[in-house]
């Protein structure tokens, strides 16, 4: 499978698995736009990709906000000519309290965290996939989405309203050549402790080349046809 020329946009970009993502990507031949919430960590981790800076872009945005969406978006059509996949990649937790303890800043605040970039970049993206006749969409959720545990409504809510968006979206994306998919991850094992020192905790855990090969084969001709899934990254749990 080659991405060579593809252009991805990473949200999120500057957390591990966006970084992991981004330098993968690259040595794939895309063109990567990385958005994020600080310009110095984005400039930094364009850098470190080693790639010619017509193949990159760093672009910071508040994507809580449908202006800064849009405009990101803007930015990456007017130098690569067009984009073609979106991984939103966006994380943030709001929990360890009771629903009567909680107060409806935790609600918003997840909300806007996860509902409304991926509303917001839906809006943004959607309409020059769809003129591509080719597209991937996909976000990283989690299984409390669809099983919430106790302590963490606000979270638990606005996930399950996020997964909501794309598995709508999907439908609306059938026979256009773009897809809308969600890898759900109950925690991601940055150091590699899933492997090193095994343990009942950490046996549900993914590890970044669990989530970056179920991404490079849905990013891939072949899995187009996977469309409105929801893939469990997270063995048992």
């Not at 965290?113 to 989690?142: D, E, M, Y």
Request: with cysteine; net charge neutral; proline share 4%.
């Amino acid at each position: 499978m080659s991405l060579k020329d593809r252009t991805v946009v990473i949200s999120g970009a500057t957390g591990g698995l966006g970084a992991f993502l981004a330098r993968h990507l690259a040595g794939e031949g895309a063109n990567l736009a990385l958005l994020g919430t600080d310009q110095q960590r984005l400039d930094s981790l364009g850098t470190s990709l080693g790639l010619p800076s017509e193949r990159w872009l760093a672009c910071e945005a508040d994507l809580r906000l449908g202006a800064a969406a849009q405009s990101a978006v803007h930015a990456v059509q007017e130098k690569f000519g067009r984009l073609d996949i979106l991984l939103h990649l966006v994380g943030g937790w709001v929990g360890g309290k009771s629903l009567v303890d909680s107060v409806p800043a935790d609600l918003e605040a997840m909300l806007a965290q996860h509902v409304w970039s991926t509303f917001h970049l839906a809006q943004a993206c959607v309409p020059g996939l769809v003129k591509n006749h080719w597209g991937r969409i996909l976000i990283v959720s989690s299984p409390y989405a669809t099983r919430p545990n106790a302590r963490g409504g606000p979270y638990a809510a606005a996930k399950a309203a996020q997964e909501a968006l794309v598995l709508s979206l999907s439908q609306e994306l059938k026979d256009t050549g773009v897809t809308a998919n969600i890898l759900q991850v109950k925690s991601i094992d940055l150091k590699g402790e899933k492997l090193a020192t095994p343990t009942p905790a950490n046996a549900s855990w993914s590890t970044l080349e669990e989530i970056g090969a179920a991404v490079m084969y849905l990013l891939s001709d072949q899995g187009g046809a996977v469309n409105g899934a929801r893939l469990p990254l997270y063995g048992g749990f």
